[in-house]
């Protein structure tokens, strides 16, 4: 089937007949046993997406392996775990793993552009922007775009942490129809794979038919990413309306045909901001806001903004335009949002109206705390 119109498919004939589509590989489904990288899963990857390619597809590569890759340059035992050494295995690795991908595309008469971002590129209106136009024109290009973390500069407090969640944001930064998260199992199932009597869901129409199912046991030594991060990266997609596939790099061909294999999660919603996106399910709080009653059933349930008349305490080093935890009185979190000033300026306005903070402070400060704009609730437990 040729590249369609996403609305006009259904299931998992949107990856099939998709016109623009997101793959993820995990670092574990490019290395051997002792964390090398594997030329040839790199090489039967690429075969199957320049399959795609040829059928009309646009395809968008999400790669790890950078730092998988400079683990044996370098000489390591195993992947580091410290920022420094991460960052200088991926220096080293990036290169490496981009020529492979540039011989083994290039073979099938196709170019590759190596793209690296920060989580401030996917949130940050600027930045998003330019990501997007340059994404695209690449796309328009025939170019096949590889995207990594920019893992080299990243920072504790600004990195995504694993790919699942980069590439959950990038295939709502460039329009994809599809998202397919390529690991080391196979689906997901109703107990650890390894467990007798689990079972593969072939589908789900919602994160809630799967809640409680045991998805803790770990990622691979030389990937970042469990089950755990790749069903936040799901949510992150199909509540954004982009249908995902989760299977095994071995079984891509099928899956980017529309087969049955792995397990197919469906959109759950419309598309939506990408600055709320990552507000919801990726951005790493500076610090707490505590509100009273009257401001937490304003912002829950009216869905105002947050003023500082409504606030009775704040905790944390931000800055205006970080990302803080909105808690009621008990601590529980009840939204997420970006402040409008920075936590030495909070204390002053805490339980004051806006007239007595413009009255005294001046223009500028009668301004909300937290815009709702720049405002995602967060579902509390019962």
Do not use: C
């Not at 295995?89 to 595309?105: E, I, K, M, N, P």
């Not at 794979?193 to 803790?216: C, F, K, N, W, Y």
């Not at 947050?306 to 803080?324: H, I, K, M, Q, S």
């Amino acid at each position: 089937m040729g590249a369609v119109s996403a609305a006009a498919l259904s299931g998992r004939d949107q990856l099939s007949g998709a016109a623009r589509v997101v793959v993820k590989i995990g670092s574990s489904s490019l290395t051997t046993a002792d964390g090398h990288l594997d030329p040839q899963r790199l090489t039967a990857l690429v075969d199957v997406l320049a399959a795609r390619r040829a059928a009309g597809t646009q395809v968008v590569l999400v790669s790890s392996g950078a730092i998988a890759t400079g683990i044996g340059p370098l000489g390591l035992p195993a992947r580091p775990r410290d920022l420094a050494t991460q960052q200088a295995a991926a220096s080293v690795g990036q290169g490496l793993l981009v020529a492979h991908y540039t011989r083994a595309f290039a073979a099938h008469g196709l170019t590759v552009a190596q793209v690296l971002l920060t989580a401030e590129d996917t949130w940050r209106r600027g930045q998003y922007r330019n990501a997007h136009r340059a994404l695209t024109r690449l796309l328009d290009l025939g170019v096949v775009p590889i995207i990594n973390e920019n893992d080299a500069v990243a920072t504790d407090e600004i990195r995504f942490g694993d790919n699942d969640r980069l590439a959950a944001l990038v295939s709502h930064l460039v329009h994809a129809d599809a998202l397919a998260l390529l690991t080391d199992v196979d689906a997901l199932y109703t107990g650890p794979p390894s467990r007798p009597g689990s079972q593969r869901i072939g589908e789900v129409r919602s994160l809630a038919q799967i809640e409680g199912i045991d998805v803790t046991a770990r990622g691979s030594a030389v990937g970042t990413g469990g089950m755990v991060t790749k069903l936040e990266s799901v949510a992150i997609a199909t509540q954004s309306g982009v249908p995902v596939v989760l299977t095994s790099a071995a079984r891509a061909e099928q899956a980017l045909t529309g087969q049955d294999v792995g397990t197919w999660f469906a959109a759950t919603g419309r598309r939506r901001s990408i600055r709320l996106l990552w507000l919801a399910h990726a951005a790493r709080t500076r610090g707490r806001l505590v509100l009273d009653e009257g401001a937490v059933r304003a912002v829950v349930e009216r869905r105002t903004s947050l003023l500082p008349a409504g606030v009775t305490d704040v905790e944390g080093a931000f800055e205006a335009g970080d990302p803080v935890e909105l808690v009621d009185a008990a601590g529980t979190v009840v939204a997420r949002g970006l402040v409008a000033y920075g936590a030495e300026e909070v204390p002053q306005l805490l339980g004051r109206s806006t007239g007595d903070l413009r009255a005294e402070l001046g223009p500028g400060y009668d301004r909300e705390l937290v815009h709702r704009d720049d405002l995602v609730l967060v579902r509390r437990r019962r």
